[in-house]
């Protein structure tokens, strides 16, 4: 495995900095989508659409949690050494 470049840093920094915001946004789309709910009584295919899309984020949520943990994981492993001192 080779060594990390300033250039596999910044596509590191980048990706992470991808998740976190994409994590953000579905933790910010959450309480949105419950005050719409809220407001559809009248609109029981709308609102359904919306209970479902709901679903799908918190599944999305869950996905960008591990996926942070995971590399959280690799990221402390390699400033440890890791096994060989690379990433």
């Given at each position: 495995v080779p060594m990390a470049t300033p250039a596999s840093s910044?596509?590191?920094t980048v990706f992470v900095t991808g998740l976190q915001n994409a994590h953000a946004l579905e933790n910010q789309?959450?309480?949105l989508m419950d005050r719409q709910?809220?407001?559809?009584?009248?609109y029981p295919e709308i609102a359904e659409r919306l209970r479902?899309?709901?679903g799908e984020t918190e599944?999305?949520?869950r996905r960008l949690d591990y996926k942070k943990d995971s590399l959280e994981d690799i990221f402390l492993k390699a400033m440890e050494g890791g096994a060989d001192g690379r990433v």
């Open positions: 910044t596509l590191r789309a959450q309480p709910l809220g407001r559809l009584r009248t479902s899309h709901r599944v999305q949520i």
